[in-house]
């Protein structure tokens, strides 16, 4: 009798506890892509680099057009990389997407916005 309450209270004991770093059924949770952390990162840099285009515009009066062009240009240049580095995130297998689908979705906004505002200085 002794030994099966033994057994018992260890097991109701080890019953609550849950171990760290696995799922149910043995499975270990997934990580985030790290390449999706870098698109995001490539988006905010992109971004940052399109307000800065555009606070320097506003206390330049409009006079600094080939150095707000080259911001411009930087933040193509950034958000393009951002895609692929996105899009290189997908093929990683075994983790979490959303970073490159948020990195991904955020440089094409942030790209689509440069070309429209790149074609609309062309056209005047």
Not at 12 to 23: E, F, L
């Amino acid at each position: 009798m002794a030994r099966s309450r033994k057994y018992t209270k260890e097991r109701t004991r080890d019953k609550g506890k849950k171990k760290r770093g696995t799922r149910k059924y043995g499975q270990a949770p997934m990580k985030y892509s790290h390449m999706g952390a870098h698109s995001c990162w490539y988006a905010s840099g992109s971004f940052l680099l399109l307000l800065s285009a555009v606070w320097f515009a506003y206390s330049k009066h409009g006079q600094a057009a080939g150095f707000i062009g080259g911001f411009g240009i930087l933040a193509m240049i950034f958000s393009a990389m951002g895609i692929r580095t996105g899009i290189k995130g997908m093929r990683e297998r075994e983790k979490r997407y959303i970073f490159c689908r948020l990195g991904i979705a955020a440089n094409i906004l942030i790209l689509l916005g440069l070309i429209i505002i790149f074609i609309g200085g062309i056209r005047k």
